[in-house]
């Protein structure tokens, strides 16, 4: 079976451009989520999709990032315009559905963006 | 707000020793609790997680982790570890009820000496 999908795995750019990520989830995964992993901590949530609608975007900067699933399956986040401290890797994650049993969330390798 | 802390930012083990990496964490209930280990350029893979039942856990690798609700903890052990070991590793607590976004902890950086 094959994982998570992203692309790129790697991002260099400018502060104040703008940058999008893709993700492709495991195949019949109706939940998706973006996380931010800045340098030394941790996974942060930003969103979470249930099919193509949003569950939490609490922790998303609406101000300067972005994202949307649309179909119920890729999803892409974007950042404009980027800020130096946006510089993280983001990892994407799927899992079968939201329910009350538990299911495993599957990670992607990640984006690392890197913010000059 | 449910929170997680991992006390010690790096441990150095040597190889064919005993681990154990600490997780204390904040929830208002019994939460789900799960270990993930990162490699370098790898995503995050689950080495275990409990619910509830048993406060002995077993996971992939080798690993298990106790629960004890007292002390708030869910600490990671291994009886013997080896060099392909090393890695980040992170605690996490997700909200029962769904397969909701996890909060984790900031890992713990495993170096194994040979």
Redo the contacts between chains.
């Keep these: 079976e094959a ?2 999908a992203q692309s790129p795995r790697y991002k260099i750019i400018e502060k104040r451009q703008s940058v999008a990520f893709w993700c492709n989830p495991i195949s019949g995964h109706a ?1 998706l ?1 973006w ?1 931010q992993q800045i340098l ?6 930003l969103i ?1 999709f249930q099919n193509n609608g949003v ?2 975007d609490s922790q998303l900067p609406k101000d300067r990032f972005s994202a949307e699933r649309l179909k119920g399956v890729d999803s892409t986040l974007k950042i404009q315009p980027a800020k130096l401290e946006d510089s993280a890797v983001y ?1 994407c ?1 799927s ?6 049993s ?4 599957f ?4 984006t690392r963006l890197t913010v000059l | 707000a449910q929170s997680v802390t991992q006390p010690d930012i790096h441990i150095t083990v040597s190889e064919g020793a005993s681990l154990e990496l600490r997780c204390n964490y904040s929830y208002g209930a019994t939460p789900y609790l799960f270990w993930y280990v990162q490699s370098p350029g790898q995503g995050l893979q689950l080495l275990l997680k409990y619910f509830s039942g048993d406060t002995l856990v077993q996971g992939i690798k080798g690993f298990e982790a106790e629960f004890k609700r007292s002390q708030s903890s869910f600490n990671l052990r291994k009886p013997s570890v080896h060099w392909s070991d090393a890695a980040e590793y992170f605690c996490a607590v997700g909200e029962r009820g769904g397969a909701d976004g996890l909060t984790f902890g900031k890992g713990t950086h495993l170096i194994i000496q040979p």
């Design positions: 994982g998570v939940t989520y996380y030394g901590q941790g996974p942060k949530l979470q569950v939490d990892l994650a899992s079968l559905e939201r329910s009350v538990y299911n495993e969330q990670f992607g390798p990640g």
